[in-house]
């Protein structure tokens, strides 16, 4: 499975951005999808993730009430819309796929990223 992820920019505080994870290759309705992000100097940690019927959804809690993630099975598509975005967001997000709904790292398949910058 290859994920393209797309949409990172730079955002004033309190703005919004929608990422977008396209992929390709696989049968992308089987997977759980995830989103993930690594700050500078720091680890990569997990942020949200969909099931692959799109029914169950977590989220980390400094996320909570502000992103919202969501997919499109036709196209083969993830969403994560970021809402009320903080400076402490500003990280490099990742989209990844696995058979496993799970908050971990070690998601099977990853995108290459996209930078997202919250100017305070």
């Known amino acids: 499975v290859q994920l393209q992820a797309s949409g990172g920019g730079l955002v004033q505080a309190g703005g919004s951005l929608r990422l977008s994870c396209a992929a390709s290759?696989?049968?992308?309705?089987?997977?759980?999808m995830g989103w993930f992000r690594q700050a500078p100097g720091k680890e990569r940690e997990f942020v949200t993730a969909?099931?692959?019927?799109?029914?169950?959804?977590m989220y980390t809690d400094s996320v909570k009430g502000r992103f919202t993630i969501s997919r499109d099975n036709a196209k083969n598509t993830v969403y994560l819309q970021m809402n009320s975005l903080k400076p402490e967001d500003t990280a490099i997000y990742y989209c990844?796929?696995?058979?496993?709904?799970?908050?971990?790292?070690?998601?099977?398949?990853w995108g290459q990223g996209t930078q997202v910058t919250v100017s305070s």
């Open positions: 990844a796929a696995d058979e496993t709904f799970k908050r971990s790292t070690d998601y099977s398949y």
């Open positions: 969909i099931s692959w019927f799109g029914g169950n959804t």
């Open positions: 290759g696989g049968t992308f309705s089987k997977y759980t």
